[in-house]
């Protein structure tokens, strides 16, 4: 399986039909899909967070950061670079 080099280490990421999808302008119709700038904001997220978490009273989860995995997406099954997730 290979991935886009894109992708790699990308969290986060707004997808449409399995691909990436552009920042729309503030005044561009949204007809041809898009993404607007503020609901990919990493910012407004830890806020929303914060204000979810103090709203509800939620112990919060501990984020775990993935191995490195872009020499296994990448190699073939056998290869030296290949290891098993």
Do not use: F, K
Request: hydrophobic letters at 40%.
């Amino acid at each position: 399986m290979h991935a886009e080099s894109g992708l790699l280490g990308g969290g986060g990421l707004y997808l449409e039909v399995c691909n990436v999808v552009r920042v729309s302008a503030p005044d561009a119709s949204m007809d041809d899909g898009g993404v607007r700038e503020y609901a990919i904001d990493p910012d407004a997220a830890a806020r929303l967070w914060d204000l979810s978490l103090a709203a509800t009273g939620a112990t919060p989860i501990a984020r775990m950061t993935p191995p490195h995995r872009s020499a296994s997406l990448t190699a073939e099954p056998g290869s030296p670079q290949h290891s098993r997730i």
